[in-house]
């Protein structure tokens, strides 16, 4: 380890000393018992120190040996101490003011040195402690102040270096001390990272570590955090800073458990994450606000009266499997491997579609290790407001893909109990069409539950023509769409379940396409009009799809299934004579994934798809 340095640079005045007090020596005695030696009388020395003025000096440190090397230095270091008084014998270091008017500081700290094994590094420590263990000086300063100081700490120990600033910082304390029970004061402010402001002002204790703070934070950009957790997660941060305004308290228990808590707001804004594999955007918000935050540290627990979301958007996914794309965020839930958390992967065309087209259930992995030793968490209120959300469900036959536009509402009393459930009551638009989501949930505890039904009613089918053209071969001249999806989870299995309405579709022009359905769905149609089957009257004969007895309501319509239209005129004329190997061989394309699966927002498709499970 190279020692301490202090040089001076040449331009630089030297450092003074004024009314320096002479040394003394003092001599105690003792009284020895009677019939033993005389003890010898101990000395202590005292000196003091009336002041100690440094000016523009340069101080290096350098530890190149350690496990992990560091650098340290101060430039431009301006320094006055008054009144300097050491005592040997009492072992008592005070000083009545200690003033700096401006500084520059640099920290960095290396990449771990290979070969320093821990055995070096412990006895390292070891001799380190034993070397400090009859230094129990008491220090007491009496006031501080710092001010235009600067600072700059890098830690490059990592793959991508986090570097912070702080410029300027004030501070001043009063009466600290390392006495036993002693408390001080302590008031500072600062700018962190360019655009953050911080101030702290409380009291402080030592001996034990005591503090009592109250912290106010104004948009600190945190960006630094990301080389800390860049391997551990799967996604970028592209932009985030934080703000907080609270009481901090600290006590260092008798057997070295840290006891207090923190109570306040915190706001987490203007955050913005991009898929790391893909570089597409999954999540942003303006503001994550919470408010009446009161953690407490032993036992931990957390409760919040107010949890506020808005101005955001977020890519969920719920994969073939049931699992949803938040869930492998974290690395370590993806088996340490890097994987994209927006990119949709449905079911392959070869894959066959074994589960009922209107319900499917599918058993969940058990929560990660750890994750029922949650502690108690309570939060009142959650509040979503200008929410944009790109939903793709690859879980539901057939695959559908949902914006959700203007998403808010409420989900309230949030609880870790496994006894409780939120109440969930949310409200959007799809193509302009009302949204409402409603039911229960509980995600805190280890195992989630969730009951939760999604329904968008009329939503207006004729800005989905390009769609229709494209996978059908014919525009929508006008007609409303009505979607129902219920979403369950207990005991680790989700069931879902979805139910489509079509009414007063009208087909309009058709339209040449490459990717469009040889199916006769014109004819389907106008058979159901000559019929005088209303489109209502289809949609409640929809509701039964996925079960046996849709085959006698709809049983039928699969004839036109795979044929021209004038097959299916003739068929018409002829009920009897349908050739049902035909109609078996065309179910079985549109089983096993020939025919594609059709978004939601492609009804009349997705219909005639979901027809399969009418088949004998």
């Known amino acids: 380890m190279t020692p301490l340095k202090a040089t001076q640079k040449p331009a630089a005045p030297t450092p003074t000393a004024r009314a320096i007090a002479v040394p003394q020596v003092i001599t105690s005695t003792t009284k020895s018992a009677v019939g033993t030696a005389p003890v010898k009388p101990k000395a202590a020395l005292s000196f003091a120190l009336a002041e100690l003025d440094i000016q523009n000096t340069a101080l290096r440190f350098t530890d190149s040996h350690g496990a992990h090397p560091m650098q340290a230095k101060a430039e431009k270091l301006n320094l006055r101490l008054h009144k300097i008084d050491i005592n040997t014998g009492s072992k008592l270091v005070s000083v009545d003011e200690v003033l700096s008017n401006e500084a520059t500081f640099f920290l ?241 065309a070869s894959t066959p579609v074994t589960a009922p087209a209107a319900e499917k259930s599918a058993a969940l992995p058990p929560p990660a290790q750890g994750a029922r030793d949650i502690p108690p968490m309570k939060i009142k209120k959650l509040t979503l407001q200008g929410g944009h959300i790109r939903y793709t469900d690859n879980f539901i036959k057939p695959n559908y893909t949902a914006n959700l536009m203007k998403f808010g509402g409420v989900i309230s009393d949030l609880s870790s109990d496994a006894n409780t459930s939120a109440n969930v009551n949310l409200k959007g638009q799809v193509n302009s069409a009302p949204l409402t989501v409603d039911g229960k949930i509980n995600p805190l505890k280890g195992d989630l539950t969730m009951d939760i039904k999604a329904a968008v009613s009329g939503m207006e089918l004729a800005p989905l023509s390009p769609y229709s053209g494209r996978y059908i071969g014919y525009g929508i001249e006008k007609g409303k769409l009505s979607f129902d999806v219920t979403y369950k989870i207990e005991n680790r299995v989700l069931t879902a379940q979805n139910r489509l309405v079509l009414e007063q579709l009208t087909l309009g022009e058709k339209v040449e396409s490459p990717t469009a359905t040889t199916l006769p769905v014109s004819f389907a149609l106008s058979l159901l009009r000559k019929k005088g089957v209303r489109s209502s009257s289809v949609a409640s004969s929809v509701t039964c799809i996925g079960a046996k007895s849709c085959k006698s309501n709809l049983g039928w319509i699969p004839a036109f299934a795979g044929m021209t239209n004038d097959q299916a005129q003739h068929l018409h004329e002829n009920p009897a004579n349908p050739s049902l190997k035909n109609l078996q061989n065309v179910f079985s394309r549109v089983k096993t994934g020939a025919f594609p699966p059709i978004a939601y927002h492609l009804p009349l498709a997705t219909l005639i798809h979901q027809y399969s499970c009418c088949l004998p």
């Open 108 to 348: 960095q700290q290396d990449k771990p040195r290979a070969g320093v094994s821990k055995v070096a590094a412990t006895s390292r420590a070891v001799k380190a402690k034993a070397d400090n263990a009859g230094a129990a000086y008491t220090i007491d300063i009496k006031k501080v102040g710092i001010d235009n100081w600067s600072a700059r700490l890098e830690d490059r120990s990592l793959q991508r270096p986090a570097v912070t600033t702080i410029e300027p910082l004030k501070l001043a304390m009063q009466d600290i001390s390392s006495k036993a029970g002693a408390r001080g004061k302590i008031d500072l402010q600062a700018a962190v990272n360019k655009t953050g402001n911080l101030a702290v002002n409380g009291s402080i204790g030592m001996a034990p570590l005591n503090a009592n703070l109250a912290l106010d934070l104004k948009s600190v950009d945190i960006m630094q955090v990301q080389p800390y957790i860049t391997d551990k997660i799967n996604i970028l941060l592209t932009r985030a800073d934080i703000s907080s305004k609270g009481t901090l308290q600290i006590d260092e228990g008798k057997n070295g458990d840290m006891l207090g808590g923190f109570k306040g707001d915190l706001t987490l804004g203007n955050l913005a994450t991009v898929d790391k594999l893909s570089t597409s955007e999954f999540l942003r918000w303006k503001s994550l606000y919470f408010g009446g935050v009161d953690v407490r540290l032993a036992p931990l627990a957390l409760n919040i009266e107010q949890v506020a979301l808005s101005d955001f958007f977020a890519r969920v996914i719920l994969d073939p499997t049931g699992r949803i794309n938040l869930q492998d965020v974290r690395v370590v839930n993806t088996g340490g491997l890097q994987k994209s958390v927006t990119r949709a992967e449905p079911t392959t």
